[in-house]
């Protein structure tokens, strides 16, 4: 059990385009979901938290206007990269877990993001 | 805020030793802590979960200890194999909207 799926695994776009991965938890319900940015040879740095209905809560630094999340319901989450720039190329992960985390975080597969 | 650190950064041993991989963490008001395994290029796979009211987790070959009060954790794998090869990362989770902590991982390469 326990099982995030995150879509697309890979995704090539040109600068000052917009790009939407997915996130969903397919066999439990999400309350809330994370999503983490990962550079080369790095450790994952969380960008925000998102709670089902409500609005995402941003780490600092994290631009709000350029990473929209939305957490539209208990199996979805989503992350738009809105005019990516070579910059943003990066891996992205999301997690879910079930109230507060006390059964631990499930994370998708990672989405490889290349802006050219 | 909470900092975590695994040591050693990397470790490369030849098949079939027994290993011990340590996690350390400044804030020790944490709700649970979560070992995870991560190939190159890959989500991450939770190995093990320890409650904050636990000492301990076992699953399989691997066995995790939590010593809350002094900040540490250590994940022993027993009898590694090639297969066991992955970056491994110590999370611990806070109580503020349950988020996790990653230290840098340790790097393991078990070699034929």
């Known amino acids: 059990g326990a099982v995030v799926s995150q879509h697309p695994s890979w995704v090539i776009c040109k600068s000052g385009t917009s790009v939407k991965i997915e996130c969903r938890s397919l066999d439990f319900q999400a309350t809330t979901m994370f999503w983490y940015r990962q550079f080369p040879k790095q450790s994952l740095m969380l960008m925000a938290t998102?709670?089902?209905?409500?609005?995402?809560?941003?780490e600092q630094g994290v631009e709000k206007d350029k990473f929209l999340i939305n957490h539209a319901s208990l199996t979805l989450s989503t992350l738009t990269v809105t005019s990516a720039h070579p910059e943003d190329s990066s891996f992205y992960i999301c997690?879910?877990?079930?109230?507060?985390?006390?059964?631990?975080?499930?994370f998708g597969s990672g989405t490889r993001l290349t802006v050219v | 805020k909470q900092e975590v650190t695994q040591i050693p950064a990397a470790l490369s041993v030849p098949e079939g030793e027994n290993l011990v991989l340590n996690c350390s963490f400044t804030?020790?008001?944490?709700?649970?802590l979560q070992w995870f395994r991560q190939d190159p290029g890959k989500g991450l796979t939770s190995l093990l979960l320890i409650q904050s009211s636990q000492r301990e987790q076992t699953s399989g070959r691997l066995n995790a200890s939590l010593d809350k009060s002094s900040g540490r954790s250590t994940l022993y794998i027993a009898a590694s194999q090639p297969g066991d090869s992955a970056t491994y990362l110590c999370?611990?989770?806070?109580?503020?909207?349950?988020?996790?902590?990653f230290g840098q991982g340790t790097i393991l390469t078990v070699h034929p």
């Open positions: 804030d020790s008001a944490i709700y649970n």
């Open positions: 997690s879910a877990t079930r109230t507060g985390g006390s059964y631990g975080y499930t």
């Open positions: 999370a611990p989770g806070g109580t503020s909207y349950g988020k996790l902590t």
């Open positions: 998102s709670n089902e209905g409500s609005k995402a809560t941003y």
